[in-house]
């Protein structure tokens, strides 16, 4: 079935530092998420992107729809300490599009 | 409260016993997800359902049961615990255009 890598798996930076991380998979995904996991809490989500090559922002936050549907990729600007936390990938399968599924999450810890 | 709330938010059992974890949304979602949380796994879908009395497996759904009587209710019950379900639960609905809301999760430690 399809799945979805995520890359790094954990990430320790300075505050202030800019931040990338990516989501890969073996096979296209029409619609990329990406959600965001406090610790103790339920993710949350951050950004949607449902068409290829799509750029979208959310505030310091920047995500981007690989162009072969294959990948995305996620960045963060300006760390800060708020931004410790758990990120995901998650997508709809593409032969069942009611099967929502999630990567295996990339851990951010930001140091002032 | 609206929302999407789990119970317990803490359970621990002995192995072989049954348990069952509930989850309840207010939205009248269509769709809800049962995920398993664990260290370098990620989040695994157990199992889903599209609609009330219509339930599918996910990526890990032995040693569980669903059902969906009602579109609010997605109780989540293995039948006979196991060690390896010791693990973080999480429920999540979403609606045909919205993408998914999660609950607070369960943490379940079977000794």
């Known amino acids: 079935g399809q799945q979805l890598n995520q890359s790094p798996q954990s990430m320790f930076i300075q505050e202030g530092e800019d931040v990338s991380m990516n989501c890969t998979s073996s096979?296209?995904?029409?619609?990329w998420l990406w959600y965001k996991q406090d610790p103790g809490e339920g993710p949350v989500l951050l950004i949607a992107l449902y068409k290829a090559g799509e750029l979208t922002s959310n505030g310091r936050l920047t995500a981007q729809f690989g162009i072969t549907r294959k990948d995305s990729f996620l960045n963060i600007s300006a760390s800060i300490p708020s931004d410790v936390g758990i990120y995901f990938c998650a997508g709809p399968t593409l032969w069942d599009t009611d099967k929502l599924i999630f990567g295996t999450g990339t851990r951010l810890q930001v140091f002032p | 409260d609206a929302g999407i709330t789990q119970s317990p938010r803490y359970k621990i059992t002995e192995t072989g016993r049954q348990v069952t974890l509930m989850c309840h949304q207010t939205?009248?979602?269509?769709?809800m997800f049962w995920y398993r949380q664990d260290l370098g796994h990620g989040l695994r879908l157990i199992y889903y359902?599209?609609?009330?009395?219509?339930?599918d497996k996910g990526e890990v759904p032995d040693g569980y049961v669903v059902s969906r009587s009602k579109t609010e209710n997605f109780p989540l019950t293995l039948e006979s615990a196991t060690r390896s379900q010791t693990s973080v639960y999480f429920c999540?609905?979403?609606?045909?255009?919205?993408?998914?809301?999660f609950g607070q999760g369960t943490r379940l430690t079977v000794v």
């Open positions: 096979s296209i995904f029409n619609t």
């Open positions: 359902s599209a609609a009330a009395d219509i339930t």
């Open positions: 939205w009248s979602h269509s769709y």
């Open positions: 999540a609905s979403k609606d045909l255009y919205t993408e998914a809301f």
